[in-house]
């Protein structure tokens, strides 16, 4: 499997239900960051969270990461038909300070029904 | 403050034509990414550059495809003698010195007829 990958691939959900998206890495990272885009537009940056934090808050999305699993997940709760997009996760596996490259999934495909 | 503007949005080229994309960072950022996107596929990393610099290449496929960021002006990703398989999305971010997080552009998607 790829650096950043996430699950499940596809998630249809109705409106005002929670959406639970994981990813999973394989290698030390400084950052994890979750991009979301709507089809065939460009990604819009949701969340960064660094190595050394457990949870973050952003509105109505969540996320957390526990780097003894190498994993992170997203949770977007009373979701709503404008969520329909896919999900990115991205690892920075940079410790420098310095900035360095992302590395994505492949990415998951949230349906929302209204 | 206007984001990362990228241009053209759509490039249609036939084979052995060139390919020029260009990016202008957000104001501020002087780091500038470039990644390729295939259908149904996550982003990958091209290059990294920073102004007059190229960082990181290690994405880049060695033969047909260049990258600049000259000290005045966009950043430029330059595909010469173009096939079919360079037909993607190619997506620039920029971030400030010393901070993480990339902003991506709207993406230039290519079309290789």
């Known amino acids: 499997s790829q650096q950043g990958e996430e699950d499940p691939q596809a998630l249809s959900i109705q409106e005002g239900e929670n959406a639970t998206m994981n990813c999973s890495y394989k290698t030390s990272i400084n950052n994890l960051q979750w991009y979301r885009q709507n089809s065939g537009r460009g990604l819009v940056h949701l969340i960064l969270?660094?190595?050394?934090?457990r949870e973050k808050h952003s509105g109505r999305l969540r996320v957390t990461l526990d780097t003894s699993k190498k994993s992170s997940s997203l949770l977007i709760t009373a979701s709503r038909a404008a969520d329909t997009a896919s999900y990115f996760c991205a690892t920075d596996p940079n410790y420098t300070g310095a900035n360095s490259k992302l590395t994505f999934g492949k990415g998951i495909t949230l349906s929302v029904r209204p | 403050n206007a984001g990362v503007m990228q241009n053209p949005r759509h490039l249609v080229r036939r084979r052995g034509q060139e390919a020029r994309l260009r990016c202008s960072p957000m104001k501020g950022h002087s780091h500038v990414y470039w990644y390729r996107q295939l259908p149904e596929e996550g982003l990958k990393f091209m290059v990294y550059l920073q102004k007059e610099n190229i960082i990181d290449e290690s994405g880049m496929p060695k033969e047909r495809f260049s990258a600049e960021f000259p000290k005045e002006g966009p950043s430029i990703l330059r595909i010469q003698q173009v096939v079919r398989g360079d037909s993607a999305a190619y997506f620039c971010?920029?971030?400030?010195?010393?901070?993480?997080?990339?902003?991506f552009g709207p993406g230039t998607r290519l079309t290789v007829l």
């Open positions: 971010a920029s971030s400030p010195q010393f901070a993480a997080g990339q902003f």
């Open positions: 969270i660094r190595s050394n934090e």
